[in-house]
């Protein structure tokens, strides 16, 4: 097989031939078609994230077809062309991930490869009018925004929602689930071609957050959000507070722009606010989110795809600010 192995922080990754892998008893081996980034690889490049582990296959997301099973109860897998859930060992409360919750793709070699070995619960059956780089570019990014957006932002046709940062792979995932419930869309963006990409995909209102003079702008045209789904922080998470309607849920996924300096707890409690948390999504979520696919034709946005030779330009416009959601690996089989 061929993987694509980080050896050493804020260095280039090494592509690497290896012998095939052998599954144990209750894993497949999947031959990945395609895979794709996230910021997530970015952060462990740069030491930015916990508990790395050194050498590492980078990658959580994959879609490929099951090549070997590692128990004659799994069988039936050989030859299907599946997805993979990157988030292992959720545990058994839907509303918190247990301790031993991972992420595929550090610290178990991930689907920058051929070839990736994967427990049998964590795959599913690839949505089967998806191309390989669509059914790659959907899990993390979609299992995340679904829960953000559904199961924790109780998202519905009445809400106006607000996604910051609409670049983002997560983003992109965002509006997908916001559009197809039905819901009035705003964005916020460095990027004024990037507002005009996610008014295409069904915003109707986009504001530069590099402009201090946005959240005026989004009062006058758009209103006060009653849902915003942030994957930012930073100084910016104030003005959200600010924004929100009374009695709106704030639901943030991450924190781009580091932690904001201050609270303002005031509004909080005047306001009646729900500030929520969100990370990946429990196996149910990820089973929702693949049934909400097939019912809704919800599908992934996809900036680029690189083949996986060419791995390192894709992690160097992962690191820049262009890319408008997902950048896809072909992984050449
Ligand atoms: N909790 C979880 O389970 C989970 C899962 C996935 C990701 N995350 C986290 O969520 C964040 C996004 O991940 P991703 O994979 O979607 O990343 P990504 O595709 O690299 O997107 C990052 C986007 O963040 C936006 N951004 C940067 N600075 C911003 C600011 N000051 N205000 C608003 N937006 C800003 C940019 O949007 P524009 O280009 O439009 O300006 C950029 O495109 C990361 O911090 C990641 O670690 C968490």
């Not at 192995?5 to 090494?14: F, G, P, S, Y």
């Not at 979520?285 to 049934?291: K, P």
């Amino acid at each position: 097989m061929r993987c694509a192995v980080l050896k050493e922080l804020r260095h280039a990754l090494d592509l690497e031939t290896r012998p095939d892998p052998i599954p144990a008893e209750g894993q497949l081996v999947v031959e990945l078609h395609a895979a794709a980034l996230n910021r997530r690889d970015y952060w462990i490049t740069q030491g930015l994230y916990p508990g790395i582990q050194l050498p590492v296959v980078l990658g959580s997301d994959g879609a490929g077809t099951v090549l070997a099973a590692g128990s004659t109860e799994d069988a039936g897998w050989v030859g299907q062309a599946v997805v993979i859930n990157p988030g292992w060992d959720w545990g058994e409360d839907p509303r918190v991930q247990s301790d031993r919750f991972r992420i595929l793709g550090m610290p178990d070699d991930g689907t920058l490869a051929t070839h990736v070995v994967v427990p049998t619960e964590y795959v599913a059956p690839k949505p089967p009018d998806y191309s390989w780089h669509e059914a790659a570019a959907l899990p993390l990014a979609g299992v995340t925004a679904y829960r953000a957006c559904c199961t924790r932002g109780r998202l519905e046709s009445a809400d106006r929602v607000l996604i910051t940062g609409i670049g983002g792979g997560v983003a992109t995932m965002a509006l997908m689930w916001a559009r197809s419930a039905g819901a009035a869309i705003a964005v916020t963006s460095s990027s004024p071609q990037k507002i005009e990409q996610a008014q295409h995909l069904g915003a109707s209102a986009g504001f530069l957050y590099t402009d201090a003079s946005w959240p005026e702008a989004c009062l006058e045209q758009f209103g006060r959000p009653t849902l915003i789904v942030d994957g930012a922080g930073g100084p910016g998470y104030n003005v959200l507070i600010d924004l929100l309607a009374p009695g709106g849920r704030l639901v943030n996924y991450g924190a781009t722009a580091g932690a904001p300096p201050k609270l303002d707890l005031f509004k909080v409690f005047w306001k009646q606010l729900d500030l929520q948390g969100s990370t990946m999504g429990s196996p149910d979520d990820f089973a929702q989110m693949l049934e909400s696919v097939r019912r809704q034709g919800v599908r992934p946005v996809i900036d680029s795809v690189f083949p996986l030779e060419r791995i390192n330009d894709a992690m160097e416009r992962l690191a820049g600010k262009d890319h408008f959601g997902k950048i896809v690996i072909d992984c050449g089989s």
